[in-house]
């Protein structure tokens, strides 16, 4: 089930790329990819809400996003860079307040990256998300990395996640309020991780 975020910013997406296409709600993930190789606009919305409630099918999250740029989509009318970057946010804040076992916070954020946004744009909300399952999911990447397919490329973005982990922000986030989210021993586990120095997350794949 959808949050209300995405909910709403999957309407608002609706609204921003309207379509006379017919029957674009029946579209499954691999037809809507098909049409918007010659037709991003009319099955955009499709396309995203395809990608928050998970139903892609063989395919991969991220290669809607890499459409996206493949279609400049950051020089685009303000007002549809703007819905497209609220669903972004949506989409990573949904996926950090969810439980660990449900939603894999470290993939969504390699999926993320294809948008070619700015890292800070994610670690800020992880930051401000420590108090909670956030934690949970920074500790699960910090610990056993990520092996979803986004990240294949991604070292760069890695490492930024690395160093931004390492910041005192983030430590004493974590000690003060992340810790007491996470299991035995995790906490442990994640601050020796990040003052040994240990690249783990920059070398899993």
Do not use: C
Not at 151 to 175: C, F
């Amino acid at each position: 089930m959808l949050s209300r975020p995405l909910i709403d910013a999957i309407a608002a997406l609706r609204r921003e790329f309207p379509t006379d296409r017919v029957l674009v709600d029946d579209l499954a993930f691999d037809a809507a990819m098909a049409v918007a190789a010659s037709d991003l606009d009319s099955v955009l919305a499709r396309l995203l809400e395809l990608v928050a409630e998970g139903l892609v099918g063989d395919r991969h999250p991220h290669d809607a996003f890499d459409l996206l740029v493949a279609a400049d989509w950051l020089q685009w009318d303000m007002p549809a860079v703007q819905a497209i970057t609220a669903w972004a946010g949506a989409y990573w804040h949904t996926a950090l307040l969810s439980e660990p076992e449900d939603v894999d916070a470290g993939a969504v954020l390699g999926q993320l990256t294809h948008l070619r946004l700015p890292m800070v744009k994610w670690l800020s909300v992880w930051l401000d998300e420590l108090d909670g399952t956030g934690a949970m999911h920074l500790a699960r990447f910090l610990l056993d990395g990520s092996t979803d397919a986004a990240w294949t490329d991604r070292e760069d973005e890695r490492r930024q996640v690395r160093a931004w982990a390492a910041t005192e922000p983030v430590v004493n986030g974590l000690m003060m309020i992340g810790g007491s989210h996470l299991s035995d021993g995790q906490l442990s586990a994640v601050l020796d991780l990040l003052i040994s120095g240990d690249d783990r997350t920059v070398d899993a794949s």
